[in-house]
């Protein structure tokens, strides 16, 4: 580093400490003019000083009005999990239909003879196309999936929201 910057820095750093006692950074009111992105503090000219009366930092060293607090947080992870449990009870509602139209599903009750498909269920068979069984075969499957992570997203949902209320 420049000998000169790094004196230049040291200044900066020195006025500001001399001027923290005759001005707050949290008090707006002190200012002569609107801080702009380009605007130094009013009273030491430093830069970060006056980006610090702009957006002045928590206790945690995060902005005021920051993206995540807490209360943000579960809000969005409380969205996320319940668009997870919509997305799966409507790939259940689409399995049942599906269920009912053919009769039964693929994967647990259908059979192949002489290039022919078949899906049984309750003693009746019904023939139908190789896309519609591969269709039924692939719905069925996927529940096989969605099933577990809907439990998951609806513990994870009632979760959040009890640690929310503490």
Excluded at 128 to 134: D, H, I, P, Y
Excluded at 136 to 158: D, E, H, M, N, Y
């Amino acid at each position: 580093m420049d000998p000169r910057s790094a004196r230049t820095t040291a200044m900066a750093v020195a006025r500001h400490h001399a001027c923290s006692s005759i001005c707050s950074l949290g008090d707006r009111t002190r200012l002569a003019q609107p801080v702009t992105d380009t605007a130094l503090h009013p009273v030491c000219g430093d830069f970060a000083a006056a980006m610090m009366m702009r957006y002045p930092l928590r206790q945690t060293g995060a902005p005021a009005g920051g993206f995540m607090d807490r209360n943000r947080m579960f809000k969005l992870m409380s969205l996320l999990l319940m668009i997870v449990v919509g997305a799966c009870v409507l790939n259940f509602i689409v399995y049942l239909a599906g269920t009912m139209v053919l009769g039964g599903d693929a994967l647990n009750h259908g059979s192949v003879s002489n290039g022919h498909f078949y899906i049984e269920s309750h003693g009746r068979t019904k023939e139908v196309t190789a896309r519609l069984f591969e269709y039924s075969r692939w719905q069925a499957s996927t529940l096989k999936i969605t099933q577990p992570v809907f439990v998951a997203a609806f513990i994870g949902t009632l979760l959040v929201r009890v640690y929310a209320k503490k």
